[in-house]
Each structure stands twice: as structure tokens, then as C-alpha cells.
């Protein structure tokens, strides 16, 4: 009787603790997250997916971003900023590639959080197959909305020369 | 007797209705607190004031900047005062103006903030004219707005 009552113990010890240890080890840390949304942007951008762009981003006319070209001057918003992406996405796939590099994030309380980060943009010409290289400096903010990290402003402008 | 009771019952509700409506009248709400903020920043760099310049920053390790004119990204506040405190001590009262254009306030929740906005700077002197698009990021702590993050471009011209 006493050896069944150490095992039963014992039992309720292990699964207790194989609870404990689960989700932990398998949950992403708030940065893990937030630099996922960046690598989705890259992976979005560089396969004109735009349903993927477009979940990455917040659904609200709140949404804003200045962009790194001269007909990004102004400021879009809302649904300005998924046409956008839209128009650019009409390019055959291959003529954007961007490479991100020293992502760092900041977070900000329970559900904001900054990225900053360096783009390396080769865009090649869907006809000459002529290719150019673009580098940017990028602010992503993101918000933790409904349990997903959402792009709620974004801020790319080019490199200055040294 | 009922009189007396009745006029009671009117003070009360005058009182609470008093207390309800003076705090809303006196009290700025969170855009305009952040805006003041902007406001500062701008009155700091007409007036060479560093004091007022440090006291609207994080000082923190966490800060960081995207200056217009700097590659890279300067991090935490020491860094900022190595960059700043050199600039504002060279430059003198007056020297410059700025001005501030289409901000927009975007609520993050209780405690944070993204602003951006267009600003004009103007050298007095010489009447040169620098125009940026400005993003910065605030979080309020301790019931004070303070900047975390700044992101400051030229406008583009490709």
C-alpha cells in the first residue's frame, strides 16, 4: 500500500513538472516574436506575397509609414500602405530581393515593441536583368493586437552617404 | 424641514457635477501631452538648452536614434549626450528655428506613442533651410512622456 502511494507521488511529480516544462521550452521569447514579423516582411517582399504583406500589417486607417522613395515623401496611411504594395507586387517575382541585417528589438511594456534594422535591396530590371542595389536604415513599430504582433508604423529611409 | 433636505440634495449634485466636469476641462489629453513634448524638443534646439534637450530622453541604454545625416544607429544615452551635448554647446541662442508640420499622434495603447510629423529647420544666419520626415517613439513613464526612440530622414529625392 505505502510502495503504491510513493508511486502515485512520484507520478503526480513528473507530470507536474513535464507541465511546467512544456510550453516554456517550446514558447517563442517576446523578441523571438517581433523579429518573426520582420523575417515574414523580408519572405513577403521578396516573393510579392502580398496576403502575407498584408497580414503582417494592422488593419486600421492608423496605420502609417514613410517609405524610402520620392513618391514615399509624404506619409501613407491605412489602406494607402497595402495599395502600395500592391502596385509593387505587380513586378515579376525575383525583381526585389532584400536582405535585413542587425535586426535589434526594443520592447516597450506588455504588447509594443521597436526594430530597427539595415536593408540591402537588389532590384533587378525584369527586361535588362540591369540590377541595382539599394541600402536603407528601417524603424518597424509593432503592437501585440488580439495576440499577434502587427506592423503599426514603419519608417525606411536611405543610407547616408558618408 | 423638507426644504432643508431638498437643498441639501442640490448641493450634492452640484458638487458632483463640479468635480465631474473641472478635472476634463484643466487636464491635456494624451496627444496634446505628446505634442508638448515636440514642442520642447524645438524650443531646446532654438535656445541651446541641453538641460531641457536631456530631460524629454529615456536615459537609458535602450534609446536609440536614426540621425538624417549618420549611417548608423546611436544607442543608449550616453551615446546621445556624446553626440548632442558637443552640438548644443556649439551652437548659440537663437541660431536656428524650427518649426513642426502635419503631426500626427498615433496612441499605442495608454503608455506609448508614435509621432511623426515633417520639420523645417532654418539657420538664421544664413537662411539655409534642412527638411526632414520625423518619427519618434515616446513611452510615459513615471506619468512623464519621455522619447525612446528617434527616426529623422531627409526627404527623399530618388
Request: proline share 4%.
Given at each position: 500500500m505505502k510502495k503504491y502511494k510513493i508511486c502515485g507521488v512520484l507520478l503526480c511529480i513528473t507530470l507536474a513538472f513535464c507541465l511546467y516544462a512544456t510550453?516554456?521550452?517550446?514558447?517563442?521569447?517576446?523578441?523571438?516574436?517581433?523579429?518573426?514579423?520582420?523575417?515574414?516582411?523580408?519572405?513577403?517582399?521578396?516573393?510579392?506575397?502580398?496576403?502575407?504583406?498584408?497580414?503582417?500589417?494592422?488593419?486600421?486607417?492608423?496605420?502609417?509609414?514613410?517609405?524610402?522613395?520620392?513618391?514615399?515623401?509624404f506619409l501613407f496611411q491605412g489602406e494607402a500602405i497595402l495599395a502600395n504594395w500592391k502596385s509593387a507586387f505587380v513586378d515579376p517575382v525575383g525583381t526585389y530581393a532584400n536582405s535585413l541585417h542587425h535586426p535589434q528589438v526594443t520592447i516597450l511594456g506588455d504588447n509594443v515593441a521597436i526594430i530597427t534594422l539595415y536593408n540591402s535591396q537588389t532590384v533587378t530590371d525584369p527586361r535588362t536583368k540591369a540590377q541595382t542595389v539599394g541600402l536603407y536604415r528601417g524603424t518597424f513599430v509593432v503592437q501585440k493586437i488580439n495576440g499577434k504582433w502587427l506592423i503599426v508604423h514603419e519608417h525606411a529611409s536611405v543610407l547616408p552617404e558618408e | 424641514m423638507r426644504t432643508r433636505t431638498f437643498v441639501g440634495l442640490l448641493s450634492w449634485v452640484c458638487l458632483v457635477l463640479c468635480l465631474y466636469v473641472a478635472p476634463a476641462a484643466n487636464a491635456a489629453t494624451a496627444e496634446e501631452e505628446v505634442l508638448q513634448v515636440e514642442k520642447n524638443w524645438m524650443k531646446s534646439a532654438e535656445t541651446a538648452d541641453y538641460e531641457l534637450f536631456s530631460s524629454l530622453?529615456?536615459?537609458?541604454?535602450?534609446?536609440?536614434?536614426?540621425?538624417?545625416?549618420?549611417?548608423?544607429?546611436?544607442?543608449?544615452?550616453?551615446?546621445?549626450?556624446?553626440n548632442w551635448k558637443p552640438t548644443y554647446e556649439s551652437t548659440q541662442k537663437g541660431s536656428v528655428t524650427m518649426s513642426m508640420h502635419n503631426p500626427q499622434v498615433t496612441m499605442l495603447g495608454d503608455n506609448v506613442a508614435v509621432l511623426t510629423f515633417y520639420q523645417i529647420v532654418t539657420t538664421v544666419k544664413d537662411q539655409t533651410i534642412s527638411q526632414h520626415r520625423v518619427t519618434r517613439v515616446l513611452q510615459k513613464i513615471d506619468g512623464k512622456w519621455l522619447i525612446v526612440h528617434d527616426h529623422a530622414s531627409y526627404l527623399p529625392t530618388e
Amino acid at each position: 500500500m505505502k510502495k503504491y502511494k510513493i508511486c502515485g507521488v512520484l507520478l503526480c511529480i513528473t507530470l507536474a513538472f513535464c507541465l511546467y516544462a512544456t510550453p516554456f521550452t517550446n514558447a517563442a521569447t517576446p523578441e523571438e516574436e517581433v523579429l518573426q514579423v520582420v523575417s515574414n516582411w523580408v519572405k513577403a517582399f521578396n516573393t510579392n506575397d502580398f496576403n502575407l504583406m498584408s497580414s503582417l500589417h494592422w488593419n486600421s486607417p492608423m496605420l502609417t509609414k514613410f517609405g524610402p522613395g520620392k513618391s514615399e515623401t509624404f506619409l501613407f496611411q491605412g489602406e494607402a500602405i497595402l495599395a502600395n504594395w500592391k502596385s509593387a507586387f505587380v513586378d515579376p517575382v525575383g525583381t526585389y530581393a532584400n536582405s535585413l541585417h542587425h535586426p535589434q528589438v526594443t520592447i516597450l511594456g506588455d504588447n509594443v515593441a521597436i526594430i530597427t534594422l539595415y536593408n540591402s535591396q537588389t532590384v533587378t530590371d525584369p527586361r535588362t536583368k540591369a540590377q541595382t542595389v539599394g541600402l536603407y536604415r528601417g524603424t518597424f513599430v509593432v503592437q501585440k493586437i488580439n495576440g499577434k504582433w502587427l506592423i503599426v508604423h514603419e519608417h525606411a529611409s536611405v543610407l547616408p552617404e558618408e | 424641514m423638507r426644504t432643508r433636505t431638498f437643498v441639501g440634495l442640490l448641493s450634492w449634485v452640484c458638487l458632483v457635477l463640479c468635480l465631474y466636469v473641472a478635472p476634463a476641462a484643466n487636464a491635456a489629453t494624451a496627444e496634446e501631452e505628446v505634442l508638448q513634448v515636440e514642442k520642447n524638443w524645438m524650443k531646446s534646439a532654438e535656445t541651446a538648452d541641453y538641460e531641457l534637450f536631456s530631460s524629454l530622453y529615456l536615459h537609458s541604454p535602450k534609446i536609440s536614434e536614426f540621425h538624417p545625416g549618420d549611417v548608423f544607429l546611436s544607442q543608449g544615452w550616453e551615446l546621445f549626450e556624446q553626440n548632442w551635448k558637443p552640438t548644443y554647446e556649439s551652437t548659440q541662442k537663437g541660431s536656428v528655428t524650427m518649426s513642426m508640420h502635419n503631426p500626427q499622434v498615433t496612441m499605442l495603447g495608454d503608455n506609448v506613442a508614435v509621432l511623426t510629423f515633417y520639420q523645417i529647420v532654418t539657420t538664421v544666419k544664413d537662411q539655409t533651410i534642412s527638411q526632414h520626415r520625423v518619427t519618434r517613439v515616446l513611452q510615459k513613464i513615471d506619468g512623464k512622456w519621455l522619447i525612446v526612440h528617434d527616426h529623422a530622414s531627409y526627404l527623399p529625392t530618388e
